[in-house]
């Protein structure tokens, strides 16, 4: 399946985070999904780490589930772990997940709303919360288009609903001296692999706060910051009139 997502053409048919959460919930094979940037060394990410309970996920994320309410939807729900708190804690949440192979397997964890789409293609119902964490400003790619990104979360909310969203402020990973990138600092290149499976290279996104709060500004919408975490991290809420 090929999709067009951020400006690019990525080929979903190689999805190793897909593959990953499937092989760990089918299979009891806790694996790295091995993650490549352009600004740092190679890193890992434990695929148990996603199928996390609630003691054992970031305090941000903890209190981003506490302030999701009304009909809540979960944007990039991986494997739904987030989605599976709130439906057993009585919220009417959506899981929409762009991943067929991590979609397939929220389903078998009991999430009873499932979506298997790319978030700027989803245009159907409205929601009081939209969630969008671990880092959920990623989303968007880069600086120049968050504010399609805004557009969009804007147009699948009710009246009063709000955005909360994660990011971090990563300026702190250049040392001092250092030249800085010409584009915004917190844009970065990813590729991800499981296994002999590659994904193709994609932007992400991390979005310091005071840069976040100007484009919800130029939104026409209204940005606070809800808590901070231990390593420039933070939880934002977003609304509009």
């Not at 190689?14 to 990953?20: I, Q, R, S, T, V």
């Not at 003691?55 to 944007?75: F, I």
């Not at 999430?111 to 789409?117: D, E, G, L, P, T």
């Not at 955005?163 to 402020?169: I, K, M």
């Given at each position: 399946m090929i999709i067009f997502l951020n400006g690019e053409i990525m080929d979903y048919d190689?999805?190793?985070?897909?593959?990953?959460?499937?092989?760990?919930?089918?299979?009891?094979?806790?694996?790295?999904i091995n993650v490549f940037s352009d600004i740092a060394e190679p890193d890992v990410i434990p695929v148990e780490y996603l199928f996390r309970n609630?003691?054992?996920?970031?305090?941000?994320?903890?209190?981003?589930?506490?302030?999701?309410?009304?009909?809540?939807?979960?944007?990039?729900a991986a494997a739904g772990s987030h989605s599976l708190w709130l439906q057993e804690n009585g919220i009417d949440v959506t899981a929409l997940e762009i991943s067929k192979s991590a979609s397939d397997i929220i389903v078998k964890r009991g999430?009873?709303?499932?979506?298997?789409?790319n978030f700027f293609e989803f245009k159907e119902g409205k929601y009081d919360t939209i969630l969008v964490l671990?880092?959920?400003?990623?989303?968007?790619?880069t600086v120049e288009k968050f504010p399609d990104f805004l557009a969009h979360c804007k147009s699948l909310l009710n009246k009063n609903g709000k955005?909360?969203?994660?990011?971090?402020?990563i300026s702190y990973m250049f040392d001092e001296g250092e030249e800085i990138p010409v584009h915004y600092y917190g844009e970065v290149k990813y590729i991800m692999e499981y296994k002999n499976v590659r994904s193709g290279q994609f932007d992400w996104l991390f979005l310091d706060y005071d840069s976040l709060e100007y484009l919800v500004k130029m939104s026409g919408g209204k940005c606070k910051k809800v808590a901070e975490g231990n390593h420039y991290d933070y939880l934002a809420e977003i609304k509009w009139d």
């Open positions: 190689n999805d190793p985070l897909g593959l990953a959460v499937k092989d760990y919930f089918l299979h009891g094979i806790n694996g790295d609630f003691d054992e996920m970031p305090v941000l994320e903890q209190k981003a589930l506490k302030l999701a309410d009304g009909k809540v939807l979960d944007v990039g999430v009873k709303k499932v979506i298997n789409r671990m880092n959920g400003t990623g989303i968007a790619g955005v909360l969203l994660d990011s971090s402020d």
